[in-house]
């Protein structure tokens, strides 16, 4: 299937977008085409993207003007609604231009403009549209494509249906500590039982002694059960391994330890992994560099999947990093405070530079809700907590496109004993949909 779009002005911007929107979500071909008898010779759909009439049947979308432009300045944006969707109104006398929309969105222009960065030199949910105007959780650039998709087929009803995205469910894996009491040396171990002791944390020094002794597995050995549900749902999760040196915000065992390096090794012959760069190495290169060469040496293999400890990555410069060092795929986009589409999508999305005005060969897979956000964060109980994923699977049903969720091995211990059973529900109705959303 083919489909023509008319433009007046070449721009990496409108490449990219198109791009995005046709061969990467929707699968079809494209050509971009300058001169308006050409256009009209066309035989197949048309979009006229050009800002002027033309003298043939085609579906007409008014540009706003940014993916005119190759510069990154200050945008009055604000959220509208029309045509019965949610857009992102940049220019005052613009109307309604989809993939205006879906550009600012998912090459994250807000990100470059000033902002106030939270503690850990982030950018944070608070400094989003989205999140001001109360509609992080609807997935509009998804649903952006999903208006063209439709409106296409309705201006073209003799041509090929352009079939709609299909959906699925991608379970990930942050590996922070691989164990809870085993694997961290007589120093980490004695000192932890001690402030056991100080804190008056009787049941989990009583727990540690056990697992110490054999008595019982540790509690944070999560992987055989997780290998039970992924067979039994035909899941094919990704795992993120923490492997830096020992600091304030990065305790997983030595990466020489062989227990480690074991269970990195076999959960590595069986599903794909990834490094997940440690808070120290943020913005550092070279310590990036070793800790991937570190987990090369491991699995025997090259690491081209990524996802930063704590979501802490700064654009550009988190990303350019990450290509300099072969990286092919990143993971870590949305935020740690709250749940939703950072980037308005629920599809991943090849990277645009917006510094360089280019599209890179870094892909992004964006997630939606993360465990530690709906305890820690948002201190949702499990009723809130199934209620707003529920709404986020069925969202992305609705207009196709990847549920995908970040789990610790950490959050099966003590602190979370009445979330018992959450995760296997979660990845139930993901993947199938037929378990009960109460």
């Known amino acids: 299937m083919n489909l023509a779009i008319f433009t007046n002005v070449s721009k990496p911007r409108i490449a990219y977008t198109m791009d995005f929107v046709?061969?990467?979500?929707?699968?079809?071909?494209?050509?971009?085409?300058k001169h308006e008898s050409s256009f009209c010779a066309f035989v197949g759909k048309k979009i006229n993207y050009s800002g002027h009439s033309v003298r043939c049947h085609c579906l007409n979308i008014i540009p706003s003007g940014l993916l005119n432009e190759d510069n990154i300045h200050k945008i009055d944006a604000k959220v509208k609604k029309s045509k019965n969707l949610h857009h992102i109104q940049l220019f005052e006398s613009e109307e309604f231009d989809p993939f205006s929309t879906i550009f600012y969105l998912i090459s994250r222009y807000e990100e470059y403009l000033p902002h106030d960065k939270d503690q850990h030199g982030r950018f944070p949910a608070s400094e989003?549209?989205?999140?001001?105007?109360?509609?992080?959780h609807i997935p509009i650039v998804d649903q952006s494509i999903e208006w063209i998709r439709k409106s296409l087929n309705e201006f073209f009803p003799s041509e090929p249906e352009i079939p709609a995205p299909g959906y699925r469910f991608s379970p990930t894996y942050d590996i922070d500590h691989a164990r809870a009491f085993l694997w961290k040396g007589w120093k980490r171990s004695i000192g932890a039982a001690a402030k056991d002791i100080v804190f008056g944390k009787g049941k989990q020094l009583r727990q540690r002694i056990k697992v110490w002794l054999g008595q019982m597995d540790d509690p944070y050995d999560k992987f055989d059960d997780w290998d039970e549900w992924h067979q039994s749902l035909s899941l094919n999760p990704v795992y993120f391994w923490l492997i830096g040196d020992y600091g304030p915000h990065d305790k997983n065992p030595d990466f020489r330890h062989q227990g480690f390096r074991g269970i990195i090794h076999q959960v590595s012959q069986s599903f794909p992994v990834?490094?997940?760069?440690?808070?120290?190495s943020f913005l550092k290169k070279e310590k990036v560099r070793e800790e991937i060469q570190r987990l090369e040496s491991i699995i025997?293999?090259?690491?081209?999947?990524?996802?930063?400890?704590f979501l802490r990555f700064q654009l550009p410069l988190s990303y350019n990093i990450l290509l300099e060092l072969g990286i092919k795929e990143d993971y870590s986009m949305a935020f740690p405070d709250t749940i939703g589409f950072r980037a308005g999508t629920s599809h991943s999305f090849p990277w645009y530079d917006l510094k360089e005005e280019k599209a890179t060969q870094?892909?992004?897979?964006?997630?939606?809700?993360?465990?530690?956000?709906l305890k820690n964060y948002l201190k949702w109980d499990r009723a809130q907590s199934k209620e707003a994923c529920t709404k986020l699977v069925d969202s992305i049903r609705e207009n196709g496109g990847t549920f995908t969720c970040l789990w610790h091995n950490s959050s099966f211990d003590n602190e979370w004993e009445h979330w018992d059973g959450f995760y296997e529900w979660l990845i139930a109705y993901a993947q199938d949909g037929s378990v009960s959303k109460s």
């Open 300 to 309: 025997g293999c090259r690491v081209e999947k990524n996802r930063f400890h």
């Open 362 to 373: 870094l892909i992004v897979h964006p997630f939606q809700v993360m465990d530690v956000t």
């Open 274 to 280: 990834g490094i997940h760069p440690s808070y120290a």
């Open 128 to 136: 989003s549209l989205m999140y001001r105007a109360g509609i992080l």
């Open 22 to 33: 046709f061969r990467f979500v929707l699968g079809i071909n494209i050509t971009i085409i």
